[in-house]
């Protein structure tokens, strides 16, 4: 508290009401200044100072110092001792400067920018490297994703909430998902996702009947949420021009929810789904917005073949919207799980389904949009 709520300390020389209603009480003149120095001073309580001072005469407080704080154990209320005179006491009391304000927080990134630029550094080149080399290494990347991504979800879905997903039908499934939507396309992905349900259904009647449908219920989720999405990527790998459709794919997501990024923690005020993610805010929606069609404009008009610009906007625009509801959906599942991350594998990113979170909803998205606007390829 500061000083005005104790009420301003006395200044030199007043020991009473007025100096002129002493006299007049005490009568003469030598009385008066004998009152002076026997009438002790109302207790002022002390402003601060360590220890020490406070024990070499400085007044103290007869009781605690608020109204609801007790008394501290061992003390008793004892009369305060009489003050030194105004002259000692002026010289011998220390002066208390004022408590600087707090320096205001600055924004934090919430992250290691650092490893996190790293390591996107070093996956955007094996990615690149692999779709531009052999096709194929490409395709065991994405089977490989898959896989991590499962065995994170399914390992949370275990420890949080005691379900237990098949990860080994799911897995093998996941494999065949990705590998035939490559070489069959749609119709062979949706046979290899059919197959995988029933092989979860299947694999689960080897253990007791107790949560049987809430555990296969969960396969079924995941196999659709992770393997059976990242199946399109694949899709988008078989055409002729596959690789740049991939590489369209991938730098628009990245470009949306790096604006987003950047833009909200810049300028986020108003925050967009507080519930879900209190970090995402409307500006940040805006930059992903923004970012994106100029990316897609730029990516159809130079990099796919036959493409035009407003298409890439159009591209841009689906694209900020579908990874802004990937990363939501994600959040939504790390929020009833009661987890911040859904793995630690990524330095400054966290686990691989803290990356496909807004890549996996994106990936039919930008297939269907470059079908309808340039073909199969």
């Known amino acids: 508290m500061n000083d005005s709520a104790w009420g301003a300390p006395p200044r030199a020389g007043y020991w009473g009401?007025?100096?002129q209603g002493l006299a007049m009480s005490a009568g003469p003149a030598h009385k008066v200044g004998e009152a002076a120095q026997t009438r002790p001073m109302?207790?002022?309580p002390d402003a601060g100072g360590n220890q020490d001072d406070r024990d070499q005469g400085a007044a103290r407080p007869s009781g605690p110092l608020f109204r609801d704080e007790p008394e501290p154990a061992g003390r008793t209320h004892e009369p305060a001792?009489?003050?030194?005179?105004?002259?000692?006491?002026?010289?011998?009391?220390?002066?208390h400067d004022?408590?600087?304000?707090p320096a205001p927080a600055k924004k934090s990134a919430g992250r290691d920018l650092r490893a996190a630029i790293g390591v996107g550094v070093g996956l955007g080149a094996v990615i690149i490297a692999s779709l531009f080399i052999y096709k194929p290494v490409f395709l065991g990347v994405i089977?490989?994703?898959v896989v991590v991504g499962l065995w994170e979800l399914t390992s949370r879905l275990a420890e949080r909430k005691e379900i237990r997903a098949p990860l080994i039908?799911?897995?093998v499934g996941g494999v065949a998902m990705v590998i035939a939507g490559y070489a069959r396309g749609a119709e062979g992905a949706w046979v290899a996702v059919a197959l995988t349900a029933l092989a979860v259904l299947v694999w689960r009647m080897t253990e007791p009947p107790e949560n049987y449908l809430r555990d296969v219920t969960a396969g079924v989720f995941t196999a659709f949420y992770v393997p059976f999405l990242a199946t399109f990527v694949a899709l988008m790998l078989a055409a002729d021009d596959g690789p740049k459709r991939v590489v369209t794919f991938l730098l628009l997501t990245v470009v949306s929810d790096t604006g987003a990024y950047a833009v909200g923690w810049r300028f986020g005020k108003h925050r967009l789904a507080p519930r879900i993610s209190p970090g995402k805010t409307r500006e940040g929606l805006l930059g992903a917005i923004v970012f994106a069609m100029a990316a897609g404009a730029l990516c159809m008009q130079y990099l796919i073949d036959d493409g035009v610009w407003w298409q890439g906007m159009l591209l841009g625009l689906a694209v900020a919207i579908s990874a802004t509801l990937g990363d939501l959906g994600e959040s939504m599942i790390k929020r009833d799980l009661?987890?911040?991350d859904m793995g630690n594998l990524l330095p400054g990113h966290g686990g691989i389904m803290d990356r496909l979170d807004s890549l996996l909803p994106t990936a039919p998205v930008v297939w269907l949009l470059l079908v309808i606007f340039v073909g199969q390829g």
């Open 143 to 145: 089977a490989l994703a």
């Open 338 to 340: 009661g987890i911040k």
């Open 169 to 171: 039908p799911l897995a």
């Open 42 to 44: 109302p207790t002022v």
């Open 81 to 95: 001792r009489p003050p030194a005179p105004a002259a000692h006491r002026d010289s011998a009391a220390p002066a």
């Open 17 to 19: 009401p007025t100096d």
């Open 98 to 101: 004022p408590v600087p304000a």
